[in-house]
């Protein structure tokens, strides 16, 4: 059974940073693709980035790029998302997913709780 298990978020304020996790279990997590999503209030969930199975390819949602990092420790079944630069149009629940790469979709209709981040002005 997949879970997935967010942590991390927390108030920050506006060019803070924060590093969000992402525990996984019950899949084969080195095998895939993971991804962050978030999703703002009143706003439908949008990517943010994805990682390859091994690490070496990221991509990332135009508006983030330069200030977010993902990366992966496959021995911990564990998924990052280095925040920097944070402003407030980043407030939202973070979330993880196995991934599409290409297609910048989550493979499962299943979500965690979610971390919340909000950044103040």
């Known amino acids: 059974q997949l879970q997935l298990v967010e942590s991390g978020g927390g108030l920050v304020q506006a060019g803070g940073s924060l590093r969000l996790s992402c525990a996984a279990s019950?899949?084969?997590?080195?095998?895939?693709?993971m991804g962050w999503f978030r999703q703002a209030p009143g706003k439908e969930r949008e990517f943010v980035g994805a990682?390859?199975?091994?690490?070496?390819?990221?991509v990332y949602l135009d508006s983030v790029k330069g200030r977010f990092t993902i990366s992966r420790d496959n021995a911990k079944t564990t998924l990052y998302l280095q925040m920097n630069t944070l402003k407030p149009e980043d407030t939202a629940g973070y979330y993880c997913?196995?991934?599409?790469?290409?297609?910048?979709?989550?493979?499962?209709?299943?979500w965690g709780q979610g971390t919340q981040v909000t950044v103040s002005s």
């Open positions: 019950g899949g084969i997590f080195s095998n895939y693709n």
């Open positions: 997913n196995y991934v599409d790469f290409g297609r910048r979709r989550p493979l499962y209709d299943y």
């Open positions: 990682i390859d199975w091994s690490g070496v390819r990221t």
